[in-house]
């Protein structure tokens, strides 16, 4: 099993849909918690922590489920420039730092 | 725009050429990354300094060396590679490398091309 797993997608979507992704994990230690955003040929960019009472910015919610070891990511209404590749971002203790995994990306496309 | 500056922003090497990856960041960072990325594939870590040291090596192969000069600048110096090395090298920066809820910050990378 994958440490950190998404369904790789594409999610095709109508502008002003709302989409929603998740992402499991498989160490039960992990302590924090990130999605990315990476647009083609780009770098990844933070787009938000995911704290345990959830967290919104914007369009965007967060959510983390410590029990079922999974994080949801929500977008509202979305704008074509929401299309990109949304990673989801793990970290656990390894001994002396916490060391990032990343999941392998949700393609999003929003479409006219 | 990132304020972890990469260079180049691409390179086209020979399997028997030596060249070297840059990478600068002033936000006061501590912690500095190698990561690799192929297309469609997630980043996946190479190597992490912290303070200047080497704190992790991924079982890197020894043609990919890294250096950290000072607390602002990591290389990556690269010798001998094989055409499947070939791939968005990106470097990265955080806080901190055992902070709770450290945030990366990455360059706009390096694509490079082994023929």
């Known amino acids: 099993r994958k440490e950190v797993e998404q369904d790789p997608g594409p999610f095709n979507v109508p502008e002003g849909a709302t989409v929603a992704f998740n992402c499991t994990y498989s160490?039960?230690?992990?302590?924090?918690f990130f999605w990315y955003r990476q647009d083609c040929r780009k770098e990844p960019k933070l787009l938000m922590s995911?704290?345990?009472s959830g967290n919104e910015d914007g369009r965007f919610t967060a959510q983390l489920n410590r029990a079922s070891q999974y994080i949801s990511l929500l977008i509202r209404d979305s704008k074509l420039s929401d299309s990109a590749t949304y990673l989801c971002?793990?970290?656990?203790?390894?001994?002396?730092?916490?060391?990032?995994?990343f999941g392998t990306g949700t393609q999003l496309k929003v479409e006219l | 725009d990132t304020e972890v500056t990469q260079t180049p922003k691409h390179l086209v090497m020979g399997m028997t050429n030596k060249k070297s990856l840059k990478c600068e960041q002033h936000?006061?960072?501590?912690?500095m990354y190698w990561y690799k990325q192929k297309a469609k594939k997630p980043p996946e870590l190479m190597f992490v300094?912290?303070?200047?040291?080497?704190?992790i090596n991924e079982s890197v192969p020894s043609r990919f060396s890294p250096e950290c000069p000072n607390s602002s600048l990591l290389n990556l110096h690269l010798h001998a590679l094989q055409p499947e090395d070939s791939a968005l090298y990106l470097c990265?920066?955080?806080?901190?490398?055992?902070?709770?809820?450290?945030?990366?910050?990455f360059g706009s990378g390096t694509q490079l091309s082994v023929l």
């Open positions: 300094y912290s303070y200047e040291k080497l704190s």
């Open positions: 971002v793990v970290t656990g203790p390894t001994g002396g730092g916490n060391k990032l995994t």
């Open positions: 990265a920066s955080s806080q901190d490398w055992d902070g709770p809820n450290e945030k990366l910050f």
């Open positions: 995911v704290y345990s």
């Open positions: 160490n039960s230690a992990s302590q924090s």
């Open positions: 936000m006061g960072h501590r912690a």
